[in-house]
């Protein structure tokens, strides 16, 4: 089975644009797709892209993913940051079992 | 409208056996692509997958418990239950299940509330 991980840790100030990476440790990035969970405090995560780079309704533009064959990792990438953006993201993705990363910690400044 | 609500115990002693119930309206375990998973977070770290079950029965845990897990799932009255045996302070946190989305291999699309469960002597 592979890990999935992401830096502890991100900020940036509103306005700017921030990435979030997710690395896979074994097989290919490609091979299973990759969501992004949103998590507030004291609130259950919710989904804020799914299947690599597909946004749900209800979740701005501002909001895209993708991955990269090339470092077998995915990014959660953020424009515009707003105060209201800030919370834990959490990658996930499926290989026969569901797997998590680690989370980040995302401060707007 | 898709909700699910966990139920079970907040206070569990070392050794014994957890049963959480997650219970859902707006979708039916019976219908194909359908999946209902559990995942666990622990006070201030991150999330933990532990469970999911499909419509056609098939059952998929975390590698790390799987000796420790059950899901099964009660179409009649639109619930999933999750048991963890031989539980640990280590298994405290809050539980949470959610719906796989059936469009999708493994997006959670809703999610319950959780339920904050410590374990304790």
């Known amino acids: 089975n592979f890990v999935l991980t992401q830096p502890h840790s991100v900020s940036a100030s509103p306005g700017k644009t921030v990435t979030i990476s997710c690395a896979r440790s074994?097989?290919?990035?490609?091979?299973?797709?990759v969501q992004w969970y949103q998590q507030r405090p004291d609130s259950s995560p919710t989904t804020v892209i799914y299947e690599d780079d597909r946004r749900p309704s209800g979740v701005p533009e501002r909001f895209s993913g993708s991955i990269d064959s090339s470092s077998n990792s995915a990014s959660l990438t953020i424009s515009g940051l707003k105060t209201e953006d800030e919370a834990d993201y959490y990658c996930?993705?499926?290989?026969?079992?569901?797997?998590f990363g680690g989370g980040t910690k995302l401060t707007v400044l | 409208q898709i909700t699910l609500k966990e139920s079970g115990p907040t206070l569990v002693k070392p050794t014994q056996t957890l049963t959480l119930t997650c219970t859902f309206s707006g979708f039916s375990l019976a219908s194909s692509g359908v999946g209902v998973g559990w995942i666990r977070q622990p006070p201030g770290k991150a999330l933990e997958w532990l469970a999911l079950?499909?419509?056609?029965?098939?059952?998929r845990y975390s590698p790390s418990l799987r000796n420790r897990l059950t899901i099964t799932k009660d179409i009649s009255k639109n619930q999933v239950v999750l048991s963890v045996t031989n539980v640990d302070p280590v298994d405290s946190g809050r539980y949470f299940c959610?719906?796989?989305?059936?469009?999708?291999?493994?997006?959670?699309?809703?999610w319950g509330q959780g339920t904050l469960v410590t374990v304790s002597s």
């Open positions: 079950i499909y419509w056609d029965d098939d059952v």
């Open positions: 996930q993705s499926y290989d026969s079992i569901v797997v």
């Open positions: 074994s097989g290919s990035i490609a091979n299973n797709f």
């Open positions: 959610a719906h796989k989305d059936v469009t999708s291999v493994s997006n959670f699309d809703y």
